[in-house]
Protein backbone atom coordinates (compact mmCIF):
# COMPACT_ATOMS: atom_id res chain seq x y z
CA UNK A 1 0.00 0.00 0.00
CA UNK A 2 3.49 2.29 0.57
CA UNK A 3 3.77 2.76 -2.80
CA UNK A 4 0.35 3.87 -3.84
CA UNK A 5 0.86 6.26 -0.99
CA UNK A 6 3.47 7.51 -2.38
CA UNK A 7 2.06 7.88 -5.81
CA UNK A 8 -0.50 10.42 -4.61
CA UNK A 9 1.27 13.50 -6.04
CA UNK A 10 2.13 11.88 -9.25
CA UNK A 11 -2.02 11.03 -9.35
CA UNK A 12 -2.23 14.38 -8.81
CA UNK A 13 -0.20 15.64 -12.12
CA UNK A 14 -1.50 12.49 -14.12
CA UNK A 15 -4.83 14.17 -13.44
CA UNK A 16 -3.77 17.81 -14.32
CA UNK A 17 -2.55 16.39 -17.94
CA UNK A 18 -5.81 14.69 -18.58
CA UNK A 19 -7.87 17.46 -18.00
CA UNK A 20 -5.79 19.73 -19.86
CA UNK A 21 -5.84 16.99 -22.84
CA UNK A 22 -9.75 17.18 -22.53
CA UNK A 23 -9.35 21.03 -23.26
CA UNK A 24 -7.07 20.04 -26.10
CA UNK A 25 -8.20 17.14 -28.28
CA UNK A 26 -11.48 16.43 -30.45
CA UNK A 27 -13.51 14.04 -28.51
CA UNK A 28 -13.03 11.24 -30.92
CA UNK A 29 -9.07 11.69 -30.43
CA UNK A 30 -10.00 12.37 -26.67
CA UNK A 31 -11.79 8.67 -26.09
CA UNK A 32 -8.99 7.02 -28.00
CA UNK A 33 -6.33 7.87 -25.67
CA UNK A 34 -8.91 7.35 -22.85
CA UNK A 35 -9.48 4.09 -24.05
CA UNK A 36 -5.93 3.37 -24.38
CA UNK A 37 -4.68 4.66 -21.15
CA UNK A 38 -7.66 2.37 -19.55
CA UNK A 39 -6.01 -0.46 -21.32
CA UNK A 40 -2.64 0.40 -19.39
CA UNK A 41 -4.16 1.00 -15.89
CA UNK A 42 -6.22 -2.75 -16.37
CA UNK A 43 -3.15 -4.46 -17.03
CA UNK A 44 -1.47 -2.82 -13.81
CA UNK A 45 -4.17 -4.20 -12.09
CA UNK A 46 -4.13 -7.30 -13.82
CA UNK A 47 -0.24 -7.82 -12.68
CA UNK A 48 -1.54 -6.80 -8.98
CA UNK A 49 -3.89 -9.66 -8.85
CA UNK A 50 -1.59 -11.93 -10.30
CA UNK A 51 0.21 -11.98 -7.28
CA UNK A 52 -2.80 -14.30 -5.53
CA UNK A 53 -3.27 -16.06 -9.37
CA UNK A 54 0.24 -17.95 -10.37
CA UNK A 55 -1.83 -18.65 -14.11
CA UNK A 56 -2.31 -15.10 -14.50
CA UNK A 57 1.13 -14.38 -13.48
CA UNK A 58 2.41 -16.81 -16.38
CA UNK A 59 -0.65 -15.50 -18.72
CA UNK A 60 0.87 -12.02 -18.64
CA UNK A 61 4.85 -12.73 -18.77
CA UNK A 62 4.37 -14.37 -21.43
CA UNK A 63 2.23 -12.14 -23.42
CA UNK A 64 2.74 -8.60 -21.68
CA UNK A 65 6.75 -8.60 -21.32
CA UNK A 66 9.09 -8.00 -24.16
CA UNK A 67 12.47 -11.15 -22.68
CA UNK A 68 14.48 -13.14 -24.79
CA UNK A 69 12.67 -16.03 -23.97
CA UNK A 70 9.44 -14.49 -25.36
CA UNK A 71 11.00 -13.87 -28.51
CA UNK A 72 12.58 -17.04 -29.07
CA UNK A 73 8.93 -19.13 -28.23
CA UNK A 74 7.32 -17.33 -31.32
CA UNK A 75 5.84 -14.33 -28.93
CA UNK A 76 6.85 -11.68 -31.08
CA UNK A 77 3.88 -9.24 -29.79
CA UNK A 78 5.43 -9.16 -26.82
CA UNK A 79 7.63 -6.31 -28.26
CA UNK A 80 4.69 -4.21 -28.64
CA UNK A 81 2.03 -5.17 -25.75
CA UNK A 82 5.12 -4.94 -22.94
CA UNK A 83 4.55 -0.93 -23.58
CA UNK A 84 1.15 -1.32 -21.80
CA UNK A 85 2.32 -3.33 -19.19
CA UNK A 86 3.30 -1.70 -16.28
CA UNK A 87 3.53 -3.92 -13.10
CA UNK A 88 4.01 -0.74 -10.62
CA UNK A 89 1.94 1.97 -10.03
CA UNK A 90 4.41 5.06 -9.64
CA UNK A 91 5.93 3.72 -13.37
CA UNK A 92 2.26 3.72 -14.49
CA UNK A 93 1.40 7.31 -13.57
CA UNK A 94 4.58 8.97 -14.50
CA UNK A 95 4.05 7.17 -17.97
CA UNK A 96 0.29 8.16 -18.47
CA UNK A 97 1.67 12.03 -17.09
CA UNK A 98 4.14 11.85 -20.11
CA UNK A 99 1.96 10.23 -22.83
CA UNK A 100 -1.11 13.16 -22.11
CA UNK A 101 1.69 16.00 -21.81
CA UNK A 102 2.89 15.33 -25.08
CA UNK A 103 0.40 13.59 -27.20
CA UNK A 104 -2.40 16.33 -27.75
CA UNK A 105 0.68 18.43 -29.43
CA UNK A 106 1.19 15.47 -31.82
CA UNK A 107 -2.57 14.15 -32.57
CA UNK A 108 -3.06 17.96 -33.51
CA UNK A 109 -0.10 18.00 -35.94
CA UNK A 110 0.51 14.50 -37.44
CA UNK A 111 -3.23 12.60 -36.84
CA UNK A 112 -3.84 10.06 -34.72
CA UNK A 113 -2.70 7.31 -37.49
CA UNK A 114 0.57 8.34 -37.23
CA UNK A 115 0.96 9.46 -33.87
CA UNK A 116 -0.46 4.87 -33.04
CA UNK A 117 2.33 4.48 -35.36
CA UNK A 118 5.28 6.75 -34.04
CA UNK A 119 4.50 4.86 -30.79
CA UNK A 120 4.37 1.33 -32.23
CA UNK A 121 7.62 2.17 -33.68
CA UNK A 122 9.07 3.63 -30.67
CA UNK A 123 8.26 0.32 -28.49
CA UNK A 124 9.80 -1.59 -31.30
CA UNK A 125 12.74 0.18 -31.44
CA UNK A 126 13.17 0.34 -27.74
CA UNK A 127 12.41 -3.57 -26.94
CA UNK A 128 14.44 -4.68 -30.09
CA UNK A 129 18.02 -2.43 -28.80
CA UNK A 130 17.41 -4.19 -25.58
CA UNK A 131 17.24 -7.19 -26.13
CA UNK A 132 20.45 -6.62 -28.43
CA UNK A 133 22.00 -5.19 -26.11
CA UNK A 134 21.37 -7.80 -23.15
CA UNK A 135 21.88 -10.82 -24.82
CA UNK A 136 24.84 -10.07 -27.35
CA UNK A 137 26.68 -7.05 -26.45
CA UNK A 138 26.15 -7.10 -22.32
CA UNK A 139 25.86 -10.50 -22.52
CA UNK A 140 23.41 -10.95 -19.72
CA UNK A 141 19.49 -11.07 -19.02
CA UNK A 142 18.19 -8.79 -16.78
CA UNK A 143 16.05 -10.53 -14.03
CA UNK A 144 13.23 -8.78 -11.81
CA UNK A 145 11.34 -10.97 -9.16
CA UNK A 146 8.04 -9.98 -10.90
CA UNK A 147 8.53 -10.15 -14.44
CA UNK A 148 10.98 -13.04 -13.91
CA UNK A 149 13.40 -12.84 -17.70
CA UNK A 150 12.45 -9.54 -18.83
CA UNK A 151 14.19 -7.34 -21.44
CA UNK A 152 11.62 -4.56 -20.86
CA UNK A 153 8.22 -3.21 -19.90
CA UNK A 154 6.40 -0.30 -19.69
CA UNK A 155 6.10 2.66 -22.17
CA UNK A 156 9.00 4.78 -21.47
CA UNK A 157 10.73 3.93 -24.71
CA UNK A 158 8.00 4.89 -26.76
CA UNK A 159 7.00 8.23 -24.89
CA UNK A 160 10.96 8.87 -25.56
CA UNK A 161 10.47 8.23 -29.41
CA UNK A 162 7.66 10.93 -28.96
CA UNK A 163 9.59 13.49 -27.25
CA UNK A 164 12.53 13.03 -29.32
CA UNK A 165 10.15 13.41 -32.79
CA UNK A 166 8.42 16.17 -31.27
CA UNK A 167 11.80 17.71 -31.05
CA UNK A 168 12.52 17.13 -34.64
CA UNK A 169 9.31 18.35 -36.32
CA UNK A 170 9.14 21.28 -34.42
CA UNK A 171 12.47 22.94 -34.13
CA UNK A 172 10.78 26.07 -32.01
CA UNK A 173 8.71 23.90 -29.18
CA UNK A 174 10.54 25.76 -26.28
CA UNK A 175 9.57 24.44 -22.69
CA UNK A 176 11.09 24.88 -18.98
CA UNK A 177 13.75 23.08 -18.15
CA UNK A 178 12.18 20.46 -16.45
CA UNK A 179 14.16 18.58 -13.82
CA UNK A 180 15.15 14.88 -14.51
CA UNK A 181 13.85 14.37 -11.13
CA UNK A 182 13.02 10.19 -11.64
CA UNK A 183 16.49 10.04 -11.45
CA UNK A 184 16.04 11.14 -7.70
CA UNK A 185 14.80 8.87 -4.68
CA UNK A 186 11.70 11.42 -4.37
CA UNK A 187 11.29 11.95 -7.71
CA UNK A 188 7.56 11.97 -7.19
CA UNK A 189 7.46 14.81 -4.84
CA UNK A 190 10.10 16.36 -6.86
CA UNK A 191 8.03 16.35 -10.05
CA UNK A 192 5.26 17.74 -8.09
CA UNK A 193 6.65 20.39 -6.17
CA UNK A 194 8.04 21.49 -9.56
CA UNK A 195 4.48 21.38 -11.00
CA UNK A 196 3.13 23.56 -8.25
CA UNK A 197 5.58 25.50 -6.43
CA UNK A 198 8.51 26.49 -8.31
CA UNK A 199 7.89 29.57 -10.68
CA UNK A 200 8.19 29.02 -14.60
CA UNK A 201 10.82 32.68 -14.44
CA UNK A 202 13.38 30.46 -13.00
CA UNK A 203 12.85 27.84 -15.04
CA UNK A 204 14.15 29.25 -18.66
CA UNK A 205 12.42 28.67 -21.69
CA UNK A 206 14.89 26.39 -24.05
CA UNK A 207 14.19 24.01 -27.11
CA UNK A 208 13.27 20.91 -26.24
CA UNK A 209 15.80 19.33 -27.62
CA UNK A 210 18.24 20.80 -25.33
CA UNK A 211 16.36 18.48 -22.74
CA UNK A 212 16.41 15.45 -25.07
CA UNK A 213 20.53 15.65 -25.36
CA UNK A 214 20.51 16.42 -21.17
CA UNK A 215 18.52 13.19 -21.10
CA UNK A 216 20.85 11.06 -23.23
CA UNK A 217 23.73 12.25 -21.85
CA UNK A 218 22.54 11.44 -17.99
CA UNK A 219 21.28 8.21 -19.19
CA UNK A 220 24.51 7.36 -21.13
CA UNK A 221 26.67 8.36 -17.53
CA UNK A 222 23.89 6.38 -15.43
CA UNK A 223 24.70 3.04 -17.93
CA UNK A 224 28.07 3.37 -17.02
CA UNK A 225 28.18 3.98 -13.12
CA UNK A 226 25.41 0.80 -13.28
CA UNK A 227 28.11 -1.08 -15.84
CA UNK A 228 30.83 0.22 -12.88
CA UNK A 229 29.17 -1.39 -9.98
CA UNK A 230 28.73 1.80 -8.60
CA UNK A 231 24.39 2.21 -8.37
CA UNK A 232 22.11 -0.75 -9.24
CA UNK A 233 18.66 0.47 -10.55
CA UNK A 234 16.18 -1.34 -13.02
CA UNK A 235 15.86 1.45 -15.31
CA UNK A 236 15.72 0.66 -18.79
CA UNK A 237 18.49 3.05 -19.71
CA UNK A 238 19.07 1.41 -23.40
CA UNK A 239 15.96 1.20 -24.00
CA UNK A 240 15.58 5.31 -23.59
CA UNK A 241 18.12 6.11 -26.41
CA UNK A 242 17.15 3.74 -28.04
CA UNK A 243 13.57 4.94 -27.95
CA UNK A 244 15.18 8.23 -28.76
CA UNK A 245 16.66 7.19 -32.10
CA UNK A 246 13.91 5.75 -33.38
CA UNK A 247 11.66 8.87 -32.30
CA UNK A 248 14.40 10.63 -35.03
CA UNK A 249 14.54 8.24 -37.65
CA UNK A 250 10.53 8.43 -38.05
CA UNK A 251 10.72 11.81 -37.61
CA UNK A 252 13.47 12.32 -40.76
CA UNK A 253 10.95 9.96 -42.87
CA UNK A 254 7.96 12.35 -42.18
CA UNK A 255 9.73 15.63 -42.69
CA UNK A 256 10.76 13.75 -45.95
CA UNK A 257 7.59 12.29 -47.34
CA UNK A 258 5.36 14.24 -45.61
CA UNK A 259 5.61 17.54 -45.91
CA UNK A 260 2.36 18.67 -46.54
CA UNK A 261 1.99 18.24 -42.95
CA UNK A 262 3.83 21.19 -42.01
CA UNK A 263 3.09 24.47 -42.60
CA UNK A 264 5.23 27.58 -42.18
CA UNK A 265 3.20 28.04 -38.83
CA UNK A 266 4.53 25.35 -37.31
CA UNK A 267 8.01 26.58 -36.64
CA UNK A 268 6.96 29.71 -34.91
CA UNK A 269 7.65 30.14 -31.11
CA UNK A 270 5.86 27.52 -28.74
CA UNK A 271 6.01 28.05 -25.17
CA UNK A 272 4.93 25.73 -23.09
CA UNK A 273 3.41 26.28 -19.25
CA UNK A 274 4.32 23.84 -16.66
CA UNK A 275 1.21 24.81 -14.49
CA UNK A 276 -1.48 21.67 -14.31
CA UNK A 277 -4.97 23.82 -14.71
Known sequence: MSDYVLSLPLAYVFAGEVYKGYSRLPPQHFATLGVFTIGNFAVHAAWEYS???????????NNFVSSSTNVSYGRWWTLFTSSLSHPHIRYLLSNMSTLWSVAPFLVKTIGMKYFVGLFLAGSLGCN??????????????????????????????????????????????????????????????????????????????????????????????????????????????????????????????????????????????????????
Open 51 to 61: KKNYQLHTFLR
Open 128 to 277: FVTLFYNNVIAKRIHYDPILGDVGNSGASGALCALSSFSCLIQQKLFGSIFPLSFHTPFWELDQLFHKMIIPDFLFPLVPFWVNEVIFAGLELFYMQLEEEGVIKTKVNRIGHIAGQVTGLVFGALFLRYRTDFFPKRMFQFIPIKNTLF
